[in-house]
C-alpha cells in the first residue's frame, strides 16, 4: 500500500511538473476568462478594420470569439480543447495575403495593449501562433 501511495504522489508530481511548463502564459493572459476578453476585443477590431472586416462578414462574432478563446486557451497551456476547423480549411476560400494577416497581428497586438499585457507575454503567445502563417496565407 505504501508503494502504491508513493507511485500516486510521483505521478502527480510529474503532471504538475508537466503543467507548469506549459501554464505560465496562460496564467499571464488572465486564463479562460483573460483569453475571452482579449479575444472579444481582437474579433472587434477586426470586423470594425475597413482592410479587412469584410472577411469576415460570413462568420458570427460570437462564434469566432468562442473558437479563438479555445484555440489560444489550448496554445498557451490551458484546460481547454479546441475543436474547431484546421486553420488551412478555414482560412482557404478567403485569400488572405502577407499585408492581410500581417494587418491581423498588428490587431492582436492592438488588443494585447489595450489589455495591458506584458510584452513579454505577447511574445510568447505569438511565437505560438507564428508557424499558423503558412495555413492562414492563400496569395502569395
Not at 479575444?39 to 460570437?62: H, Q, S, T, W, Y
Not at 486557451?73 to 495575403?97: A, R, T, V, W
Request: proline letters at 5%.
Amino acid at each position: 500500500m505504501k508503494t502504491f501511495a508513493i507511485w500516486i504522489a510521483a505521478l502527480l508530481l510529474c503532471a504538475s511538473a508537466a503543467h507548469a511548463q506549459t501554464a505560465p502564459l496562460y496564467q499571464a493572459l488572465g486564463e479562460k476568462p483573460g483569453i475571452a476578453a482579449l479575444m472579444g476585443d481582437f474579433v472587434d477590431r477586426m470586423k470594425a478594420n475597413a482592410r479587412i472586416g469584410k472577411l469576415f462578414d460570413e462568420i458570427k462574432p460570437a462564434y469566432l470569439k468562442e473558437q479563438l478563446t479555445d484555440q489560444i486557451c489550448e496554445l498557451s497551456g490551458g484546460p481547454c480543447k479546441y475543436e474547431g476547423e484546421e486553420m488551412k480549411k478555414s482560412h482557404e476560400k478567403l485569400g488572405i495575403d502577407k499585408a492581410q494577416f500581417n494587418l491581423v497581428v498588428e490587431i492582436l497586438q492592438a488588443a494585447m495593449d489595450a489589455r495591458a499585457i506584458p510584452f513579454s507575454t505577447q511574445n510568447q503567445l505569438l511565437a505560438k501562433l507564428a508557424p499558423m502563417h503558412r495555413e492562414i496565407i492563400t496569395v502569395p
